[in-house]
Nanobody, 125 residues
Framework: QVHLVESGGGLVRAGDSLTLTCASS????????MGWFRQAPGKEREFVAA????????WYTDAVKGRFTISRDNGKNSVYLQMNSLKPSDTAIYFC??????????????????WGQGTQVTVSS
């Protein structure tokens, strides 16, 4: 069983920055695309960003392009989400997830097999 643990959430003001961290117990972490999803109150969980196993390819939802940056450190079994210019609409629980298959990618939540517990990000106006 793979365990993912997110950290770094908190309460910030609009325009501020925040960096989330996801630590994975996956033994072959370097073979998996990792993703970030979020769920705002009253809304469905949505894709935010993903990064390929080699960190060469990155994908973002339009709502965060230019503001968020996903990265990873395979030596630390960690993936990060740097969030800049935060908006109140970014308020959500942010989840880290691992793709089900190795050395490929996916942008839909059904493509991901393991999920963290989530970390709350609240952005005040």
């Amino acid at each position: 069983q793979v365990h993912l643990v997110e950290s770094g959430g908190g309460l910030v003001r609009a325009g501020d920055s925040l960096t989330l961290t996801c630590a994975s117990s996956e033994r072959t972490f370097e073979l998996y695309t990792m993703g970030w999803f979020r769920q705002a109150p009253g809304k469905e969980r949505e894709f935010v960003a993903a990064i390929s196993w080699r960190a060469v390819d990155k994908w973002y939802t339009d709502a965060v392009k230019g503001r968020f940056t996903i990265s990873r450190d395979n030596g630390k079994n960690s993936v990060y989400l740097q969030m800049n210019s935060l908006k109140p609409s970014d308020t959500a629980i942010y989840f880290c997830a691992q793709l089900r298959e190795q050395v490929t990618y996916g942008l839909r939540e059904e493509d991901y097999a393991y999920w963290g517990q989530g970390t709350q990000v609240t952005v005040s106006s």
